[in-house]
Structures are given as structure tokens and as C-alpha cells.
């Protein structure tokens, strides 16, 4: 359990340090320009990829917390 708050919390600090470049050409161009400009568009783009990224992983550790917590009422029921 400790290893996998500290896993969390690990790649939680790491997106919030590293700046993340747009996937696509086009973003990326946008995201350019919009930082150029001094406009919030490409940081606000920037921000949103971020987001979108870690909707999976929350998703993911949810479904594995409620996986061990339905097999420890399993063993118990068992037992």
C-alpha cells in the first residue's frame, strides 16, 4: 500500500514539474505561437493535456482499490 501512494505521488510531482509540449503539429504550432504572444492559450492547452492524462490514471487507481477491497471481503467470507 505505502509503495503504491508514494508510486502516486511520485508521478504526480513529476507532471507537475515538467512542462509538457502538445502531441500534434498543429497544437504544437498553436501552443508556439499562443506562449510567443504572451496569450494563456498554449499554457492553458499545456494544462489541459495534463488533465487529460491523468483522468486514466485516477480511473485506474480507483478500480485497483475497489479490486482489493472486494478480494479482502472474499478471504473473510471465506474463512
Given at each position: 500500500?505505502?509503495?503504491?501512494?508514494?508510486?502516486?505521488?511520485?508521478?504526480?510531482?513529476?507532471?507537475?514539474?515538467?512542462?509538457?509540449?502538445?502531441?500534434?503539429s498543429m497544437c504544437r504550432q498553436a501552443a508556439e505561437s499562443g506562449i510567443k504572444k504572451g496569450e494563456t492559450q498554449?499554457?492553458?492547452?499545456?494544462?489541459?493535456?495534463?488533465?487529460?492524462?491523468?483522468?486514466?490514471?485516477?480511473?485506474?487507481?480507483?478500480?485497483?482499490?475497489?479490486?482489493?477491497?472486494?478480494?479482502?471481503?472474499?478471504?473473510?467470507?471465506?474463512?
Amino acid at each position: 500500500m505505502k509503495k503504491v501512494i508514494i508510486l502516486i505521488v511520485l508521478m504526480i510531482s513529476f507532471t507537475l514539474i515538467t512542462e509538457v509540449n502538445a502531441q500534434c503539429s498543429m497544437c504544437r504550432q498553436a501552443a508556439e505561437s499562443g506562449i510567443k504572444k504572451g496569450e494563456t492559450q498554449g499554457r492553458g492547452l499545456n494544462k489541459g493535456i495534463l488533465f487529460l492524462m491523468a483522468i486514466p490514471y485516477a480511473l485506474g487507481g480507483t478500480a485497483f482499490f475497489i479490486y482489493k477491497k472486494n478480494k479482502r471481503k472474499q478471504k473473510t467470507v471465506e474463512q
